[in-house]
């Protein structure tokens, strides 16, 4: 019985769960934006970057206590989603795409060529705060945020808004209040993920936060099924363990992620869990 529970609580079983549970929270943030609202963003990890450098700043420069830098991880990730969200508003499919992807592209740059924030090498030394624990918490709750989201006044207006903008409108609902709401929201959950991130590893970098980061989030939430919570879940755990599972051939991940999203659109364009297909 004690090998068992050492096998099951060893280091690096905890460290692949912490990360899956980091993943789950991103990736239910990013659901919100694309499956819920239908606003297709490839630009998901710049909001974790966000998250993941102003907590850090915060914690290592002003000696911040963990809540706080989590709390300016979110709030950071939201501001800046709100930010995008606004110009963007009359963008849809391709167009928001590549605005989104243009965004979190110059996020990168920025954040490369800023002294202050480590430029290339990155930032060492946070105090690895973040443990499995934590972690869990913020998954339960983020999964209850987004389920009491969905089936509030406002969660029906924003998926009208996916089904049939045209028709949203004309039966009273604010469009734009809405885009920048579910924006704002999936950012700032973004955000969170990217601080739990940085507290986790004590060490981040711009490599980290790139555009493959974006559509590896993206493979997890197409995989469960857009617009599920169920599927957003089980996506980003089959991806996130998966790759541990097969790491003899880790440097085929992104191969196997591409096949993955090619059988998908294929067969299953709706995902696993879901009951919307993806509108580029």
Same mark, same amino acid.
């Given at each position: 019985?004690? %090998? ?14 912490t ?22 963003? =490839?630009?998901?990890a ?9 907590? %850090? ?7 911040a ?7 300016a ?58 443990n =499995? ?9 983020? /999964?209850?945020f987004?389920?009491?989201l969905?089936?509030? #006044? ?6 009208? /808004? #996916? ?6 409108? &004309?039966?009273?609902?604010? /469009? %734009? ?45 197409? =995989?469960?099924? &857009? ?9 980003s ?16 991940? &992104? ?23 993806v509108?580029?």
């Open positions: 019985m004690d %090998s068992i529970l050492n096998y099951l609580f060893n280091d690096y079983i905890i460290q692949v769960a990360i899956t549970g980091i993943n789950i929270i991103m990736v239910l943030g990013l659901n919100l934006i694309t499956g819920v609202t239908g606003q297709l963003s =490839l630009g998901h710049a909001f974790m970057s966000i998250g993941a450098y102003s907590s %850090s700043i915060i914690s290592i420069k002003l000696g206590p963990f809540i706080v830098s989590l709390l991880g979110t709030g950071f990730g939201a501001l800046f989603g709100a930010l995008l969200g606004v110009p963007i508003l009359r963008l849809r499919g391709d167009y928001l795409a590549i605005a989104t992807l243009g965004f979190g592209e110059i996020v990168r740059v920025v954040i490369l060529n800023t002294p202050y924030l480590g430029g290339a090498l990155g930032i060492y030394g946070i105090p690895p705060s973040t =499995l624990a934590i972690t869990a918490f913020f998954v339960v709750f983020t /999964i209850f987004m389920y009491r969905e089936k509030s #006044r406002h969660g029906l207006a924003i998926r009208s /808004i #996916r089904e049939d903008e045209i028709a949203a409108e &004309m039966m009273g609902v604010n /469009i %734009s209040k809405y885009k920048v709401l579910s924006f704002t929201i999936g950012s700032a959950f973004a955000g969170l993920g990217g601080a739990l991130y940085a507290h986790f590893l004590s060490y981040i970098n711009p490599i980290d936060f790139g555009f493959m980061k974006s559509i590896e989030q993206l493979c997890m939430l197409v =995989l469960g099924g &857009m617009g599920s919570i169920t599927g957003a879940v089980f996506g755990i089959v991806l996130s363990t998966v790759p541990e599972i097969l790491r003899f051939a880790s440097e085929y991940r &992104m191969v196997t992620y591409g096949i993955v999203l090619i059988l998908m659109m294929v067969f299953r364009p709706q995902g696993l869990f879901g009951k919307i297909k509108n580029v």
